[in-house]
């Protein structure tokens, strides 16, 4: 909250300092960019391949982790008939192969995130650009991410669907 009234701060004392604009030429605009994400067909190309992604993963994590209980069932079970040191020995065994099926999981989820960063990486520049050109037709001196926005805005200030439908047309989806 406070970085939204300090950016509207801001905001306001740079439109006053700018003299030469007066307030009804003011235009400001916003962007949903998780709508645009979620919504646009390059977004929603990227977010179903990190789906899959994510299932492959979790159904090779999800068959490693049954072993694991299974094996942990099994020690619990069996230690009444073993030796202290074949417990040990057991128990030491068990918690190496918890901690590489930690490590998998880690990874599993850095390579996630990785996938992520690139898609964003990859379509951010279009969306910028898009954007750009909006603004300048639809003659707005700034453009907000849709989070950042004081508690109201018009409707007609909503670029979105707009920035949907050309980044739709340039990704040639």
Same mark, same amino acid.
């Given at each position: 909250m406070?970085?939204?009234?300090? !950016? +509207?701060? =801001? =905001?306001?004392?740079?439109?006053?300092? $700018?003299g030469a604009v007066h307030a009804d030429e003011v235009r400001?605009?916003? +962007?949903?960019?998780?709508?645009?994400?979620?919504?646009? @067909?390059a977004g929603k190309r990227a977010k179903d391949d990190i789906q899959k992604l994510f299932k492959e993963r979790q159904e090779t994590?999800?068959?490693e982790e049954q072993q694991l209980k299974s094996q #942990? &069932?099994? =020690?619990?079970?069996?230690?009444?008939?073993?030796?202290? #040191? #074949?417990?040990?020995?057991? &128990?030491?065994?068990f918690e190496a192969k918890v901690k590489v099926?930690?490590? @998998? +999981?880690? !990874? $599993?989820?850095?390579?996630? #995130?990785?996938? &992520?960063?690139e898609a964003e990486k990859k379509i951010g520049p279009v969306i910028q650009g898009i954007i750009q050109d909006l603004a300048k037709e639809e003659k707005l001196l700034?453009?907000?991410?849709?989070? &950042?926005?004081?508690?109201? $805005?018009?409707?007609? $200030?909503d670029l979105t669907d707009k920035v949907i439908q050309r980044f739709d047309a340039k990704s040639g989806g």
């Open positions: 406070k970085r939204i009234l300090g !950016t +509207v701060l =801001l =905001l306001s004392a740079w439109i006053i300092g $700018a400001i605009g916003y +962007v949903d960019m998780t709508k645009v994400s979620n919504e646009s @067909k994590l999800g068959k #942990q &069932q099994s =020690l619990e079970k069996d230690k009444l008939v073993m030796t202290e #040191q #074949q417990r040990k020995d057991k &128990q030491k065994d099926f930690r490590e @998998k +999981v880690s !990874t $599993a989820e850095h390579e996630l #995130q990785q996938k &992520q960063m700034l453009v907000f991410e849709k989070r &950042q926005l004081p508690l109201y $805005a018009a409707g007609e $200030a």
